[in-house]
């Protein structure tokens, strides 16, 4: 049983292109993030949700738009790519927000070209 | 932000060897996770410390808080081939959400 599953794995789109990247968890947690993780590994939240509402937002440009349609889902939706958007991101969730332990999803490759 | 710095950056080690990672900051932290990630996956947590001065032992890793909750420590027995991958330490800040810092991580090779 898949616990934190993301689609796509890999994408590979143009600068200029729109593209959305979904997770979903099936492990009953409350509290779901969007990760980025650069070249060098450095891994970097992005956004956080708790039952839905939006509990952190760090500083990332506003093309990119978190949406969490139910507590088991957030999907992250990027508008206008550019080269520096390339990157792994991962989605986790955790029982809670209150530095819980995180369960991690097998990540999504994008590259922009 | 708070930040965390890990060293060493990179390790390549023979097996059987011994090894340490430190985990570094200047802010205090309510807890320190450590997770490992293996290429192509996401990390996956390996354990929480949360009281000054606790060591935890997951079979041939220990781990350490510091005193102060400002670092933590990781360190391998023996190591094999099966722990070669990117060790990430992350601190619980305190109050307010709770936010989770991973560290800058460090790249473990175990050579067979």
């Known amino acids: 049983d898949t616990a934190v599953s993301q689609t796509p794995k890999y994408l590979v789109t143009q600068m200029g292109n729109d593209k959305s990247i979904k997770c979903e968890q099936n492990?009953?947690?409350?509290?779901m993030y969007w990760y980025k993780q650069d070249s060098k590994k450095f891994l970097k939240i992005m956004f956080s949700y708790n039952n839905k509402e939006l509990i952190i937002n760090e500083t990332v440009p506003n093309r990119f738009s978190p949406k969490s349609p139910d507590k088991a889902h957030l999907n992250l939706h990027i508008n206008s790519l550019e080269l520096g958007d390339s990157a792994v991101y991962f989605c986790a969730s955790s029982p809670g927000y209150r530095g819980h332990e995180q369960y991690f999803g097998p990540g999504t490759r994008l590259t922009v070209t | 932000t708070q930040l965390l710095e890990q060293s060493p950056q990179f390790l390549s080690i023979q097996e059987g060897e011994n090894l340490t990672v430190y985990c570094n900051s200047s802010s205090v932290f309510s807890s320190l996770q450590w997770y490992r990630q293996e290429p192509g996956e996401g990390p996956v947590l390996l354990v929480t410390v949360v009281t000054g001065g606790e060591v935890k032992k997951l079979k041939r890793l220990t781990f350490q808080f510091g005193d102060a909750r400002k670092d933590s420590s990781l360190h391998i027995t023996a190591a094999q081939p099966g722990d070669t991958g990117l060790y990430l330490c992350a601190g619980v800040e305190l109050g307010g959400y709770q936010k989770v810092t991973f560290g800058t991580g460090t790249k473990l090779q175990v050579i067979p």
């Open positions: 492990l009953g947690h409350d509290t």
